[in-house]
């Protein structure tokens, strides 16, 4: 049986580090009402719940602390506290930075950072108010992209449809630098009109071997999600990107606003063909995260 590996999963103490939008109440978000995930979330818990699904290892990615060094010292401490967990992480750290060197510098002084995430675009309304689409026309950006490859380090790459060409026009000047595409791309728009724009979008991205596909955080536009519902965009990024460039993700504690994770993994696993699982739920994430599974019972 394949053991599985969570290529996309969050954390966090409250009381170890700062997240601002976890200590905002009645702030609508752009996945839903935060509130029932105000609260600590920590690996027991997550082991709890994975872990029956088959999973044996995980990548945490950074949640929007207040500080990331903070975040990935605590990441750090958890991992080196449950030596018998495997877990890499993709920590935050702005590209753009007049002292990224020196900064990454010290991230991989950690010894399970693995990549970078700085989110291009998480929703239409949102990014309007707030966003950091602008990332894409920063020279900067585009150099840190290609410093971080130069060091062996991946970029989780969060963002809508709408901005897929123009930043497959960006990754292509960082060819050393993989990329993880973070939620499918966020299809937010679930329409047959919209997942066939977004399809269209995403094979800018596709296009480039580089660039490898998260199947995670499918529930964050679609509260009530089916396995029907999900199949058609899960079907797509198998076709466009091939299981060897695919993995699973489980997004959660915020997916689990909208799902029990062994609902979640029952989905996911019968909806990948079996002859994709090996790929989709262990391969492809062990190799992008450089991580060691625990050996088999």
């Not at 600590?40 to 709890?48: M, V």
């Not at 002084?109 to 995430?117: D, F, I, K």
């Amino acid at each position: 049986m394949t053991q599985w590996i969570d290529a996309h999963h969050h954390l966090w103490d409250l009381n170890a580090v700062s997240y601002p939008w976890l200590m905002a109440r009645g702030v609508e978000r752009f996945f839903g009402d935060p509130t029932p995930i105000q609260r600590d979330y920590l690996l027991d818990e997550f082991r709890s719940e994975a872990e029956p699904c088959g999973v044996r290892a995980s990548v945490h990615i950074q949640v929007g602390a207040k500080n990331g060094l903070d975040e990935a010292r605590w990441v750090q401490s958890v991992a080196d506290a449950n030596r018998d967990w495997p877990m890499a992480q993709v920590v935050f750290c702005d590209l753009t930075s007049a002292d990224l060197s020196a900064q990454l510098d010290t991230f991989q002084s950690l010894t399970t950072v693995r990549g970078l995430r700085q989110i291009v675009g998480r929703a239409p309304g949102e990014d309007a108010q707030t966003g950091t689409n602008t990332l894409l026309d920063s020279a900067a950006f585009a150099t840190g992209l290609q410093e971080a490859g130069r060091r062996g380090l991946s970029f989780d790459l969060q963002l809508i449809p709408e901005l897929m060409e123009k930043t497959a026009r960006v990754l292509a000047q960082a060819p050393e630098t993989q990329i993880a595409l973070c939620h499918a791309g966020s299809p937010h728009d679930r329409s047959p009109e919209g997942l066939r724009d977004w399809a269209q979008h995403q094979r800018a991205l596709s296009a480039l071997p580089h660039v490898t596909c998260k199947l995670s955080g499918l529930g964050m536009f679609d509260h009530t999600w089916t396995p029907d519902s999900i199949r058609p965009i899960i079907e797509t990024c198998l076709d466009q990107f091939g299981p060897d460039r695919v993995m699973f993700g489980s997004n959660f504690p915020v997916d689990k606003l909208y799902g029990d994770y062994a609902t979640l993994a029952n989905a996911y696993h019968d909806l990948v063909p079996v002859e994709a699982h090996q790929a989709v739920f262990q391969d492809t994430a062990a190799r992008f995260y450089d991580l060691q599974l625990p050996q088999a019972d």
